[in-house]
């Protein structure tokens, strides 16, 4: 059907929003498609549903939380008793929502334990855009925090994201992502979100995270990761996808013995965090030392 | 006198060529300027060619061979005997030639170094623009080497170096600086050029080297440096100037609280580098292994 082929390639082809408000907008999608099928009974609806979220799910294997909280909602579902249709609608629809406002809180209280660990005016590096590092860029606004974001290639992600903070009041540099070597001599902390958080601790997130945590190493600079928990994974490093995007994003022409790759996301190591911070509040990593 | 400035402007605005084509252009420009000023003598023109020099030397302050090939002219003019002005000119103008021949030769002998110590079907990445790397690639073309070049933000200059190197028939791939990270774990060996070589052995080179070596370092890929003598500079590190060029090549707005940073090179540690080779050979980092 054209409406939910249409959801999936929004999901697909969003390269803007953060994994948690990708994987909330699911949820919506899922408790629409719910009210816009056409079944003969619950049990028709839910495998319809189920193939649904599948697709979803493999929409964005970078992004956990898509697979995680979709998930959720899809056990739930199969769980519930023997409704009529619109009982099953019904109660779906309200899942989803409170799945959603479940999501949104994880992000704050994430963003909240984050704050209350940094110093008033930090000089913050973060990287790409994460809906819940501007959670903690709404807490800091009052704060004398001054924030670096490199620019975000090839779509430009970070150059949007610093535009947002800069309108918070926040003082906001861009730069371009080969700075990172200079300015993180001259930041306190790196922050940055996750899309996905592998069974180690390892970092899945855009391409380019791995250089900064590992310039921010080599520094001494601290490198904190905030995410709500609906972004953790089982999989090991080596079992994540990770997403390769249109060549002709970079706007390189290619040709003979000329290529492009387009790697969306790459892994920082776990030996390369300072510390996990969810809504649960912050891990350190017990083998790095805090130095600023 | 405008055609004097026109040349300064000439360098100041020359994103594009690599330092020692900068110094070799400079040297063609003094020579003209030595046919086209008109003074009432050898001592007159040798005050208004000096002047000159050294505003050609402070246009570009972090690329050394400017400096040093113009100095080498210099004090060759200030030596000779008390010619004619007709005698001074041609003089002058052989010296030029010379020393640019000079350049030329050591370019190509490092390039010749460095390929001797490359193995067959190497996997190179480099980085920005060299016209001493452009060298080794010419040497490179029947070998199987493949190359991996970031594209250089903010003007590109590494999509334009990974077009020219395709062209040779080596088959080459444009990355955005962000995949450095992940595309160091599938290449052989890093080779760069150099603005300037200070005197502990650390370059001065495009911003982003410094972060390419540190990945490179960490995954134990060698680093080479290769580069004509003239590159070399009794700097140390913290005495060199970090050009910084205009906010505006980055193509972002800037605004209320958002600004822009727009460093053109960094500074790669000596001990991230693995050799040095230079028209005399090559020369190791004893603290460091070839581990690959």
Sequence with gaps: MDFKQNYIDEIINDRESGASELARRCLEMCADIIWKLQTDGVSEMKNEIEEFVHALQNARPSMSPIKNLLQTWLENLKSLPTFTLQEFRLEAMGTAEDLIERSKMAVDQAADSMFKILKPNSRIMTYSYSSTVMALMNLCKKSGMRVVVPEGRPLFEGRKFGKRISDLGIETTVITESQIGICIKNV???????????????????????????????????????????????????????????????????????????????????????????EDGVRLNKGKKFSK
């Design 188 to 278: 306190d902390v790196v922050v940055v979100g996750a899309d996905t958080v592998v069974n180690d601790g390892s970092v899945v997130n855009k391409a380019g995270t791995s250089l900064l945590a590992l310039a921010a190493q080599t520094e001494n600079v601290p490198v904190y990761v905030v995410y709500e928990k609906f972004k953790k994974s089982n999989q090991t490093s080596a079992e994540v996808v990770l997403e390769k995007m249109p060549e002709d994003e970079l706007g390189v022409d290619t040709g003979k013995n000329l290529h492009i790759y387009n790697y969306y996301f790459d892994i920082t190591p776990a030996e390369r965090i300072t510390a996990w911070i969810t």
